[in-house]
């Protein structure tokens, strides 16, 4: 036998074992959420209590910006649940006939500033974000909640006590758009950043020791709307999890980690 | 010929081809999928965008001066490691080449760890004034910690290819260490030295998860070509579409150049021409 001959036999033989490991697991059942990435800890504890609710069911998670995820499904990702941070690319899945039924608002979230507890930039309230030279961070305009935080940052410009053009200036300190709201959360968690917007359930246990909150009041907070779905031709286990999470024990876990019930009247 | 083996070539022939088929297939056809998805009056339109053209000329100028620094940083260092024997070399080595296979993500989170506001040397450089994170500079020095190993690399083969006996001769003629390096070793080895920068710049252009991370994502400052892909497939995936196929077409006419100056950096040997020794 050749050299040669004995190396292509072994890559011929590798060929069967490849095909083997990009076919689904088809023994197992498994539901696929797709979520926003400031969903990642209370999700991921719905998705325990899930598995543990249905022996031999796995639910596999994707967690990241919520237009990541919408286009992904577009372009034929396999999903069995969208929960998006926003309507608008819930509705952007919805157009392009991505759901098996219409979406349920299950959470809200309010936006908060956050700075590094060792204050680099020495902000002590909203009005700060406006001296010049300041580093903001901000997700950038198609992730939900850097959208959310340009809409915060216009209300505040007509609010009282603010400065006429609060929201130019304060957009004249970005110097990072990123792709989902833990990506913020990180940058000024390393200091790198002197604020950033994000949620207040990104304030999570692990990054509080490191982070201070300076609230943005509510008649200028757009409070986040989170929603919900199925997505057409996927597992029907799918319509259990968004069962599980609109129940109320889905309901305690999102409230334990510091979001909003869906009902709460919006200012 | 026994049955057998016949069978055994046949099959390791048709083997082959099927294998190497279906590989030209995998990176040939993605790439036909942007190439096909853009019209060119889509390409004029894009090419017309000002914050297309932002990125573009972003990406250009900061590939290129991460390829100067590269040159400048990589060909000491190409020069040491092909000339010298020194305890740690092989450590240096791996270091040299570690940047090829860790991811960018990593590599760029490892630069906020060194050279962020809290990172090791954080301290140092705000009293200099220096900022790297959120800056253009950053955005350099990603893109140099990302594609100088294809310089030394290539450089340091070079370097070593040389024959010493032109050296020894250069030698003789009293040439010292420097100027023999100078004026023979460099010359003969300038094939490869090109062949490294061709390979630095090209990986310097399309670096995107180092960047992302150290320097974040700012039109203007910091968004490359790469970056504003990535931004666009969340928004408009035919101006994405246009976008990649500027980087693959100038990745491609980079690397097709190279080769047909026969300087690819994997390119096969090629018979050895008689090298000429340099005029004095």
Redo the contacts between chains.
């Keep these: 036998m050749s050299f040669r001959g004995r190396h292509t036999g072994l890559a011929l033989g590798l060929l069967p074992a490849l095909a083997a490991m990009a076919a689904p697991l088809a023994a197992q059942q498994s539901v696929t959420v797709f979520a926003a990435a400031s969903l990642t800890e209370a999700l991921t504890a719905i998705g325990r209590t899930f598995e543990q609710r249905y022996p031999g069911v796995t639910v596999k998670f994707n967690f990241a910006g919520s237009q990541v995820l919408a286009t992904q499904m577009e372009q034929g990702a396999r999903a069995d649940v969208f929960a998006s941070a926003d309507q608008r690319w819930m509705k952007y899945a919805e157009d392009r006939k991505l759901l098996a039924a219409a979406p349920v608002t299950f959470a809200r979230n309010r936006l908060v500033l956050v700075i590094p507890r060792s204050n680099p930039g020495g902000i002590e309230r909203l009005q700060d974000l406006a001296r010049p030279g300041l580093k903001l961070v901000l997700a950038g305009r198609q992730v939900p909640v850097g959208a959310y935080s340009r809409e915060a940052l216009t209300r505040l410009s007509l609010a009282d006590g603010f400065p006429r053009r609060f929201d130019q200036l304060v957009l004249s300190n970005l110097v990072s758009e990123e792709e989902n709201v833990r990506a913020v959360a990180a940058k000024v968690q390393l200091r790198e950043a002197d604020a950033g917007i994000v949620y207040q359930s990104d304030v999570t246990e692990s990054v509080k020791p490191q982070l201070r909150i300076i609230p943005i009041p509510d008649p200028h907070n757009p409070i986040a709307e989170y929603s919900i779905a199925t997505i057409a031709g996927g597992n029907s286990l799918g319509r259990g999890f968004v069962a599980l999470v609109l129940s109320a024990e889905g309901q305690a876990v999102l409230a334990a980690r510091g979001f909003l019930p869906p009902g709460t009247p919006t200012p | 010929m026994t049955r057998r ?1 016949s069978w ?2 046949a ?2 022939r048709i ?2 081809l099927v ?1 190497a088929a279906l590989l030209g297939a995998l990176l040939a056809l993605p790439l036909a999928g942007i190439v096909l998805r853009v019209t060119p009056s889509a390409l004029l339109q894009q090419l017309a965008e000002p914050t297309v053209r932002q990125s573009l000329w972003l990406s250009l100028e900061t590939s290129l001066a991460a390829t100067v620094v590269s040159l400048v940083l990589g060909l000491p260092m190409a020069a040491l490691l092909a000339t010298r024997e020194f305890p740690g070399k092989r450590a240096v080595e791996v270091l040299m080449d570690l940047p090829m296979v860790i991811p960018p993500t990593v590599a760029g989170f490892a630069l ?1 760890m060194a050279f ?3 990172g090791l040397l954080g301290k140092s450089f705000s009293a200099l004034g220096i900022t790297l ?2 800056t253009t500079a950053g955005v350099v020095v990603a893109q140099v910690f990302m594609s100088v190993p294809f310089l030394v690399g290539a450089a340091r083969a070079g370097f070593a290819a040389v024959e010493p006996r032109y050296l020894d001769a250069a030698a003789t003629l009293r040439a010292g260490e420097v100027y023999g390096f100078l004026r023979v070793r460099l010359p003969l080895a300038l094939p490869s030295v090109i062949a490294g920068i061709g390979m630095c710049w090209a990986r310097a252009l399309g670096e995107f998860g180092a960047t ?1 991370t150290f320097a ?4 203007g ?2 968004r490359t070509v790469p970056l504003d892909v ?2 666009l ?3 408009n ?1 035919d101006s994405a579409a246009t976008l990649s196929l500027i980087l693959v077409v100038m990745a491609a006419v980079l690397l097709a150049g190279m080769r047909q100056a026969g300087l690819g950096l994997f390119a096969p040997p090629r018979a050895p021409r008689s090298a000429q020794a340099p005029a004095r």
Excluded: H, V
């Excluded at chain 2, 974040?216 to 039109?219: E, F, I, L, P, S």
């Design positions: 083996s055994l070539e099959g390791g083997g082959t294998l906020l962020g506001r809290a994170p959120f992302i974040g994502n700012m039109a400052s910091t990535y931004l497939l969340q928004e995936l």
